[in-house]
């Protein structure tokens, strides 16, 4: 696959998995050997850790959305740049109870590819100013 490929291939994961919520799709992205390397504690290893956080985020976060500021790749890697943003109208998260509060998280994540596939994913967010967001500190 050349680089533009696996950049779009990274947005849709990104556009369809995450933003829609379609985890039953995860298998067409990640490969069956996927390895999350930053997944938060206690979440199960590979494609049903990034299954779980994905509702996990869309139970507390109904209107979830995740936009790719920038995208860059090479070799068989993309790194991206993106925001997230939501409400927490749903679920607690984090031992937080809803807030009714907006929210926005910046955050980094390099993927690994192939075959069309995603094999890994280093993911790095500012969990502790969401958490603050969402407490009102």
Not at 44 to 69: C, N, W, Y
Not at 104 to 124: E, F, L, P
Request: some cysteine; overall charge neutral; proline content about 5%.
């Amino acid at each position: 696959m050349s680089l533009d490929d696996n950049k779009a291939l990274y947005r849709r994961y990104i556009e369809e998995a995450f933003n829609g919520g379609r985890v039953e799709l995860l298998d067409q992205f990640l490969t069956s050997s996927y390895v999350f390397h930053d997944a938060p504690p206690a979440l199960p290893p590979g494609i049903e850790g990034v299954r779980q956080t994905i509702r996990m985020f869309h139970a507390s976060f109904p209107d979830l959305k995740i936009a790719i500021e920038e995208l860059v790749a090479e070799g068989d890697k993309v790194c991206a740049r993106a925001v997230t943003r939501g409400t927490h109208t749903g679920a607690p998260i984090m031992g937080i109870v809803a807030s009714g509060k907006p929210f926005v998280m910046r955050g980094m994540t390099m993927v690994r590819i192939a075959a069309g596939r995603i094999t890994d994913s280093w993911v790095s967010n500012d969990v502790l100013g969401l958490m603050n967001q969402l407490r009102g500190s």
